[in-house]
């Protein structure tokens, strides 16, 4: 992945690139969930019950079709850990 951070609104919804594969042509994004259960892997609070749902956003492809990985996450590694031997 190659890292790249910019935010993006559409829709009335605040996403924010977070990387892009150029072979693969899409990005991955992220976004903010409100969560008042905790981190999916580590159980941690984020300050406001705000938590970050992870996905890919292939190119061409509208943002309301973007596909969300299962979980939400406190953190990056937190997601990576929860989804093992997948391709984040
Ligand atoms: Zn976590």
């Not at 594969?21 to 969930?33: G, H, K, L, W, Y």
């Not at 981190?39 to 309301?64: N, P």
């Amino acid at each position: 992945m190659v890292e790249h951070t910019e935010s993006k609104v559409q829709q009335g919804e605040r996403y924010v690139v977070i990387g892009r594969e150029p072979f693969a042509r899409m990005d991955r994004v992220r976004r903010v969930v409100e969560n008042k259960k905790g981190c999916f892997w580590c159980g941690q609070k984020r300050k406001g019950d705000k938590l970050f749902a992870y996905g890919v956003w292939r190119d061409g492809v509208s943002i309301l079709k973007i596909g969300w990985l299962r979980g939400e996450f406190c953190s990056i590694s937190c997601m990576r850990a929860y989804h093992q031997g997948q391709e984040w």
